[in-house]
């Protein structure tokens, strides 16, 4: 099967998510078959199940190249991701182990199911199209939603955006927004918050964007495209109520210890601050001899890709072998 007919038959089930630099894993994938002289034990993880997109085209990739049915490991920290790729993954793998669980916890997943390695890891960070759309957690400004953004269940998390803009000081807020949103009108978005919230408790996500939007300037631009001047708060907020870079360090971490000889690990960033954790880590690994760095740059997506997807605008892909 040719790499545009897989493209075919997951873009054209609506329910699956559109996965990212879809063509450049698979191609990856595909290398790592190669090298294996036995198949009998082949385990595929996927730490940021989503739509399962990734994982259904992994599946039928193997399925292609060796005529058996691919192991998966896929976890996720919404219990609805997994409901719904249990359905779309059903009959289309070998063993499938389905985890509601943040991949910065795989090691303790692998233990359990007795799975002592794993030979191709893929994390695709951010959050999905499925969870801005559907989610009803406040992660887009262009829906009136609770001021939430956990990718999980809010009663399990210690704090929620809602309580970082309606409790923490105001040089913490500021913090935040200038530290994971890298904006650099943080200080000023962060007195407005406060100036607001001593009349009123900010409620949803269409009224935090308003509060952040009457506090700078005007539009900025990136390229020709404008960006909303909530994106970067949203972003900054998102990450710290999931503390997203520390579950990033740890994740890559275990899951590196958890590769297989000659397994590798695929990662899609979306923003500096996760691209440089992941740069920084396979330099290490590269550096003391456990590794070999395969993207010597990052891989992005072409501009069909983009048109296609918007979301792959942003997407970095790095990919390092374990010797």
Do not use: C
């Not at 990033?248 to 690990?265: N, Q, W």
């Amino acid at each position: 099967m040719s790499k545009n007919n897989f493209s075919t038959e997951v873009s054209s089930n609506s329910s699956v998510h559109v996965p990212v630099l879809l063509h450049e894993i698979l191609d990856t994938f595909r290398e790592v078959l190669q090298k294996r002289a036995s198949v009998e034990s082949f385990w595929y993880l996927d730490g940021t199940l989503g739509g399962a997109g990734h994982a259904l085209a992994f599946a039928k990739a193997f399925q292609d190249k060796i005529g058996k049915k691919l192991n998966v490991i896929g976890l996720d920290r919404d219990q609805q991701a997994i409901d719904r790729a249990r359905e779309l993954l059903k009959g289309n793998t070998g063993q499938l182990i389905l985890e509601n669980e943040n991949y910065r916890n795989l090691d303790k997943i692998l233990d359990k199911h007795q799975i002592p390695s794993v030979d191709f890891l893929l994390l695709d960070l951010g959050i999905s199209s499925d969870e801005l759309d559907n989610s009803g957690n406040g992660f887009t400004f262009l829906k009136d939603e609770p001021l939430l953004m956990t990718m999980g269940d809010p009663a399990t998390y210690p704090f929620t955006a809602k309580d970082i803009v309606n409790g923490w000081k105001e040089e913490d807020i500021a913090n935040v927004i200038f530290g994971y949103g890298e904006d650099r009108y943080a200080r000023r978005i962060a007195k407005r918050i406060v100036e607001y919230r001593e009349k009123k408790k900010i409620e949803t996500t269409m009224e935090l964007a308003e509060i952040v939007k009457g506090a700078v300037p005007a539009f900025r631009s990136f390229g020709k495209k404008p960006i909303h001047p909530a994106t970067k708060t949203f972003q900054a907020l998102r990450i710290t109520v999931n503390d997203e870079l520390g579950a990033l360090k740890e994740g890559i971490s275990k899951g590196f210890a958890r590769l297989a000889p000659k397994g590798r690990m695929a990662i899609i960033s979306f923003h500096s601050l996760e691209d440089r954790i992941v740069k920084e880590f396979f330099k290490e690994k590269k550096e003391t001899g456990e590794a070999l760095i395969l993207t010597k740059k990052p891989v992005t997506a072409v501009p069909q890709e983009i048109a296609e997807n918007p979301r792959s605008r942003s997407a970095k892909l790095r990919i390092i072998e374990k010797k």
